[in-house]
């Protein structure tokens, strides 16, 4: 099963439990996964990292919007916000731990053997398309640069 095809069935349990919030937000998620499997390279489907990406995105503009919400003294629509993030954050895979983070890193920069400046780039190819919808690209990087003495 998809994650699309998992947000419509969730999306169709919310109905039957007349559930507004997750059939508002699941809604929302749903429009987002269809229109980036529309965009072009997507060829009208998404795979299931394509659509992490999209999940998280989503996430990240909730919790944006909380944290605006809080600060303009709004406490009951940054709840709200915050409990649309909980909800999404269910469709996202486990976070990988930063020991098992550093050994898949620890792999790229060995298959790579990175030579230059230009070997950052490479080992972060890898390193990304292995850790795909397991670990935030900044966290990626952050590893990369450390274990390649760059920063």
Known sequence: MTLLERVEADMFDARKKRDELAVNTLGVLKSELVKAGKEPGAGGRLDDPASVRV?????KRRE??????????RADSAEREERE?????????????PAELEAEVRRAIEEVGPAGPGGFGAVMKVATSRLAGRAEGGE???TVRRLLGQG
């Open 55 to 59: 999940v998280r995105r989503e996430v």
């Open 85 to 97: 993030a909980e909800l999404l954050r269910g469709y996202l895979p486990a976070a990988i731990s």
């Open 64 to 73: 944006e919007a909380a944290e605006a919400y809080r600060s303009a003294g």
């Open 140 to 142: 990626i990087a952050a």
